[in-house]
T-cell receptor, first 113, second 110 residues
Framework: ETGVTQTPRHLVMGMTNKKSLKCEQH?????MYWYKQSAKKPLELMFV???????ENNSVPSRFSPECPNSSHLFLHLHTLQPEDSALYLCASSQLGSYNEQFFGPGTRLTVL | GIQVEQSPPDLILQEGANSTLRCNFS?????LQWFHQNPWGQLINLFY???GTKQNGRLSATTVATERYSLLYISSSQTTDSGVYFC????????????FGSGTQLTVLP
């Protein structure tokens, strides 16, 4: 247990569906992140939230829409995805400052049909 | 952007053997972390080590920031050590962005 939880753990969706991924951290951190891990590729940063404000969007398509209602919760809303969006989506959190170790959730394995 | 290279990409060991994994990075960093990703995808924190040497049981890590590399040592390997080992670095400002290497796939045979 890292103190970061993600639901669901597995998700299968069609290209016309709308779904949401949820992340919750119990570590009292003030920054949260979404990463994407595709097969045979390194983890890629998608979004960064710092004190609930989005500070980074690494050229992610608009079919991925993040939401951070408070510093403990992070969502990733999905709509009209493509099969190439199938991947492991990982959430992380950290406490910004001089010591900024990131802790990861178990991930949501997404399959787009 | 910063480049992170890990070697070797694949490593197969017999149980009980020792190994060294390497991470080279192209610029000075604020943070360097080593992770172990288990077969279910969970990233487990091994070390937060922007510089110096740390040890945790059979694992130890050394980062030489001035020469832009880090090493992860695994001694007396066990089958449960199998998985992918990632090095990740950041050099950004207030919002830390980790850039990951491609990982080393370790297989420990019984």
């Amino acid at each position: 247990e890292t103190g970061v939880t993600q639901t669901p753990r597995h998700l299968v969706m069609g290209m016309t569906n709308k779904k949401s991924l949820k992340c919750e951290q119990h570590l009292g951190h003030n920054a949260m992140y979404w990463y994407k891990q595709s097969a045979k590729k390194p983890l890629e940063l998608m979004f960064v939230y710092n004190f609930k404000e989005q500070t980074e969007n690494n050229s992610v398509p608009s079919r991925f829409s993040p939401e951070c209602p408070n510093s403990s919760h992070l969502f990733l809303h999905l709509h009209t995805l493509q099969p190439e969006d199938s991947a492991l989506y990982l959430c992380a959190s950290s406490q910004l400052g001089s010591y900024n170790e990131q802790f990861f959730g178990p991930g949501t394995r997404l399959t787009v049909l | 952007g910063i480049q992170v290279e890990q070697s070797p990409p694949d490593l197969i060991l017999q149980e009980g053997a020792n190994s060294t994994l390497r991470c080279n990075f192209s610029d000075s960093v604020n943070n360097l972390q080593w992770f172990h990703q288990n077969p279910w995808g969970q990233l487990i924190n091994l070390f937060y080590i922007p510089s110096g040497t740390k040890q945790n049981g059979r694992l130890s890590a050394t980062t030489v920031a001035t020469e832009r590399y880090s090493l992860l040592y695994i001694s007396s390997s066990q089958t449960t050590d199998s998985g992918v080992y990632f090095c990740a670095v950041d050099l950004s400002g207030s919002a830390r962005q980790l850039t990951f290497g491609s990982g080393t796939q370790l297989t420990v045979l019984p």
